[in-house]
């Protein structure tokens, strides 16, 4: 690996990073999907949580490093501390070896993407650009180092469903490249050996069961997606600002020209193409029919293009062409331009939503647990709904399980099937009647709400906490805590 960054520059901005991040950290406060990581890593053996894998929709890998930490009574921040240091290793492999310029590093690492989407909020997308970043760094010694390569596939398979389609594509593309140069040994075949078991071990784990939520091939249909995705991709802050309905239509057409840019500008290198073709045939099958996602998927998509860029560098370009480009026009540099300049942008929106992080809370679980033990009442019995949401205050009380109304049924994190689906559709007040049903003596319960009840004292409980204002993060959780009115 050879450094592309002069020592002092490097560590200025890793330091500068890692400060600003460990500030954000501080002021963080984990929402629902933060929480569900932990609890499972917490609550469950390791073959329990591969089983579990089939529910989230993701292999496990990060529930797996996840796993001492929570196993061992660690505290909470244990998992953002860890997710932490993946994000500033992802900087420093950047930023040390990839072969752009300083504005584009300087602009990367401090845009919304990586200064705040896949540093602060703890999920296993931070994971998958490491690695990815890891593979581009080692990526013209894979044939000289291949067991270090195929490790590094492996891993990308099972961090999340999502990076199964590029680690499929690098699968592939490394398969081929050996047959093509004739390429064989001890060790090439077991890097080969390593990817595959890597695939299908992640495969093996994300297989639906019939009562997944996502149960099947296709799950939802929706063909503009993919637009959407590759809009948040380039500005992840198009819907955030008060843009008109016209103006977004002109960020979507512009980001699919810019997509397609992009695809044409590696024309003249068929290995990347396939790359590039394959991987986005991936995610844009997950978004089209199985679940849209959100920014943070959508990200993957400027990661899938940089990493591309990366790597072009170790492929010469073909002379057999897809396209009659003339050789005259390049369409090299194009493509970088691009992504400074979405960067440039992306970046004062980073700026934004870090001004919202360090005033404002991203969740007010953290809020609604401490008021909980402060006033002794993680004693008492809650009743939660709705399950996903309520379950992100359970790391704040250790030993705690809520009961869940939707369900009817104790538990820490959120199972996601057709009986969590069918109970999540509940209203209110039906929850309040399931209570009243299977808890007849209510004077020594609490219920807390994500969404605040009507008249709560015509069903006994009168309010005793909330937490609903300056809440920004996702799904904005805001949390109601009720109890019954005979209770002291």
Known sequence: MKKNASFGFAVFLILLYSAIQVVLLIHHEPWQDEAQAWLIARDLDIVSILKQMAYEGSPGLWHMLLLPFAKTGLPYISEFLLHLIIAVAAVTVFVLYAPFSRVTKVLFIFSYYMAYEYSIIARSYGLSILILFLIAAIYSKRFECPLWYGFLIFLLFNTNVHS??????????????????????????????????????????ILSPPDNIYYGIISDINYLTPFAAV????????????????????????????????????????SVLFLLLFSFAGLFYIFALKYPGTVRHHGLILIIFLFSLWISRYYSNSQKMLLNIPSNITLSKFPLMIINVCLLLSLLYSLKIQYMEYKYSFSGAKEMANFIKRNHFDNYMIIAHQSNGANALLPYLPEKVFWYAGIEDYGTFVTYNKKHLAGRSISNEQAILRIQKTFPATSQLLILLTNPLDFPELYGFRLLYKVDKDVFGYGHERFYLYKPVNLK
């Open 164 to 205: 199964f389609f590029i680690a499929s594509s690098l699968t592939i593309l490394f398969a081929w490249e050996l047959f093509r140069n004739h390429t064989s040994g001890k060790r090439v075949k077991v890097a080969m050996l390593l990817m595959c078991v890597g695939g299908v071990l992640s495969f093996l784990q």
């Open 231 to 270: 809009t948040f991709a380039f500005f992840p802050w198009h819907t955030s600002f008060f843009i008109p309905a016209e103006l977004r239509i002109v960020f979507i057409l512009l980001s699919f020209f810019m997509f397609c840019v992009f695809i044409v500008s590696m024309m003249k290198k068929r």
